[in-house]
């Protein structure tokens, strides 16, 4: 019975598990790292865009405008600086705003950010453009102490439509953080998910926030064996730390009022889209640096493909004198090798391409839990087919120098009468 080429490739590579199985291993998770790698720097760009959603401006009293997209929107940290009321109002007056919509961010239930807003925060801004929020069960908090919960947020915390909590002054690992416990807040509605750090927070109306602050002040002042309600509020106690805003269509109209805003020093004001395509460019440099060394490992993988097929050249130099004698050529040996490392490199490429397709799930669940951000890093089906054609290209390059060693493998020499 012929023994074909692939016959005579499979029975080498089987005869050589170990060295076959570890040089598979090795391609495998040098293509998974890149795979990741290039997957999720697309997807994680597109995620963070989701979150600033038609939001044409973001204005604070931040330090500066990365800063305040990534307290204000993403709840990274609280904000350092409020507004007064008052400061808002004759802001909503100056300019031609379509909408504006005040938050205040300063408040935390189990390590999730609390924040309080109007109820225009859902129908005006959207967490996407073109996709409003929805409310998946109940509605929208009507009176003080009401709370709406993102889709994550509910899933984290197990929280109910009618389920009773208190909620942290500060954020859970600030020195002055403590329980308000003076105060129930009721859950009222359930949003549906938006794929935006939004899923994560829970939201209440601004009163109640300011009842909670105003509460802290009336004990200093006059002991702890107080109510406090909405009429006990000063012009202090009203304060917000950032405003959501849009001029609508008008593009004139936002090139003017940003440009009075930015000349204004009482004001920062962000555009958010084009903040984070700012943070995505700062931090290209690490993405490079990050395909770079996936791309470094691959080829290591590459040469390891080299020298287990060199070293087995090495122990197979009368395999292939006894292959010459029974008829193959130079150039059929030498195409067998580059075979074998065409093969290991498209098992690697295969295997890798699985392997970084189940990270990805991963980090995305880590990210979603932990964000509320949704990552799905996926490439088109050519985009995974170009990574193994890629890799089984590299495989067969390396081989090149052990198909040469055994293009030259002298057959007198390695064929030696037995006795």
């Given at each position: ?114 924040m309080a807003t109007t109820r225009e925060f859902f129908t005006e801004f959207q967490p996407a453009p073109n996709e409003p929020f929805v409310v998946r069960e109940g509605r929208l908090f009507e009176d003080n102490f ?5 889709a994550e947020a509910a899933r984290r915390t197990s929280l109910r439509v009618g389920s009773v909590i208190n909620v942290f002054h500060g954020a859970p690992r600030s020195p002055d953080a403590h ?241």
């Amino acid at each position: 019975m012929a023994l074909t080429d692939w016959g005579i490739v499979s029975r080498s590579m089987s005869g050589r598990r170990f060295s076959t199985g570890v040089t598979v291993a090795s391609v495998a998770v040098a293509v998974a790292l890149m795979t990741l790698l290039v997957s999720m720097k697309t997807s994680g760009r597109q995620a963070f865009e989701r979150g600033t959603g038609n939001a044409q401006m973001l204005i604070s009293r931040e330090p500066g405008p990365l800063a305040s997209v990534l307290n204000s929107m993403f709840y990274a940290d609280v904000p350092g600086n409020d507004i007064p009321w008052a400061d808002f109002e004759r802001l909503r007056a100056s300019y031609p705003f379509a909408w504006a919509v005040p938050t205040a961010f300063g408040d935390s239930y189990r390590g999730l950010p609390v924040m309080a807003t109007t109820r225009e925060f859902f129908t005006e801004f959207q967490p996407a453009p073109n996709e409003p929020f929805v409310v998946r069960e109940g509605r929208l908090f009507e009176d003080n102490f009401e709370l709406v919960i993102g889709a994550e947020a509910a899933r984290r915390t197990s929280l109910r439509v009618g389920s009773v909590i208190n909620v942290f002054h500060g954020a859970p690992r600030s020195p002055d953080a403590h329980v308000h416990n003076e105060f129930d807040y009721t859950v009222v509605g359930i949003l549906a998910p938006t794929g935006s750090a939004h899923d994560r927070a829970l939201f209440s109306d601004l009163e109640s926030s300011w009842v909670l602050h105003a509460h802290d002040r009336r004990v200093d002042e006059l002991g702890r064996d107080i109510t406090t309600t909405v009429a006990d509020l000063i012009d202090a106690d009203r304060r917000i730390t950032a405003v959501y805003a849009s001029i609508g269509r008008r593009t004139a109209a936002l090139t003017q009022v940003l440009s009075s805003l930015r000349r204004d020093p009482e004001w920062t004001v962000a555009q958010p889209a084009d903040t984070v395509r700012g943070l995505f460019r700062i931090v290209s440099g690490v993405d490079q640096i990050l395909v770079a060394m996936a791309a470094a490992v691959l080829v290591s993988s590459g040469v390891s493909i080299m020298l287990a097929l060199y070293n087995s050249m090495e122990q197979r130099r009368k395999q292939v004198a006894v292959l010459r004698v029974l008829g193959a050529s130079r150039w059929r040996v030498s195409n067998l090798v580059l075979t074998e490392s065409a093969a290991i490199g498209l098992m690697g490429g295969a295997i890798g391409v699985l392997l970084g397709i189940a990270l990805g799930v991963v980090v995305s669940g880590v990210l979603e839990a932990r964000l509320g951000l949704v990552v799905r890093p996926r490439l088109p089906i050519d985009g995974y087919l170009a990574m193994v054609l890629a890799t089984v290209a590299l495989s067969m390059a390396a081989g090149v120098a052990p198909a040469v060693l055994a293009y030259r493998t002298a057959v007198v020499r390695h064929l030696r009468p037995i006795g």
